[in-house]
């Protein structure tokens, strides 16, 4: 099975911009869609983006449609979600997620691989 493992989280001013890494490790990264989840307290877990297996098509949430782009790298075994003009409400802790379906889901429970997550935070 694949373990996914986040980094790249940080504190970062209003209007710039991070960019989150999630490296896979295990069976090849082509045999996962992938996709890249956020939490707040208090909050259900929630889509940023998804991936397909060859990145041939990605989805976004309309909150970050513009601003943040997802990106994967079949060599490098390694996810990217770069992320632009961050806002306040962008704070959250952001999670790597993997499935062996070839669907691109939205929903938290429809990936079977998680990484520990990584914290986001946005200052005003």
């Known amino acids: 099975q694949v373990e996914v493992v986040e980094s790249g989280g940080g504190l970062v001013q209003a209007g710039g911009s991070l960019r989150l890494s999630c490296a896979a490790s295990?069976?090849?990264?082509?045999?996962?869609?992938m996709a890249w989840f956020r939490q707040t307290p208090g909050k259900e877990r929630e889509l940023v983006a998804a991936?397909?297996?060859?990145?041939?098509?990605?989805n976004y949430a309309d909150s970050v449609k513009g601003r943040f782009t997802l990106a994967r790298d079949g060599v490098k075994n390694t996810m990217y979600l770069q992320m632009n003009s961050l806002k306040p409400e962008d704070t959250a802790v952001y999670y790597c997620?993997?499935?062996?379906?070839?669907?691109?889901?939205?929903?938290?429970?429809?990936?079977?691989?998680w990484g520990q997550g990584t914290q986001v935070t946005v200052s005003s």
């Open positions: 991936t397909s297996k060859t990145g041939g098509t990605t």
């Open positions: 997620a993997a499935r062996t379906f070839s669907r691109v889901a939205v929903l938290p429970a429809d990936y079977e691989y």
């Open positions: 295990g069976p090849p990264f082509i045999s996962y869609t």
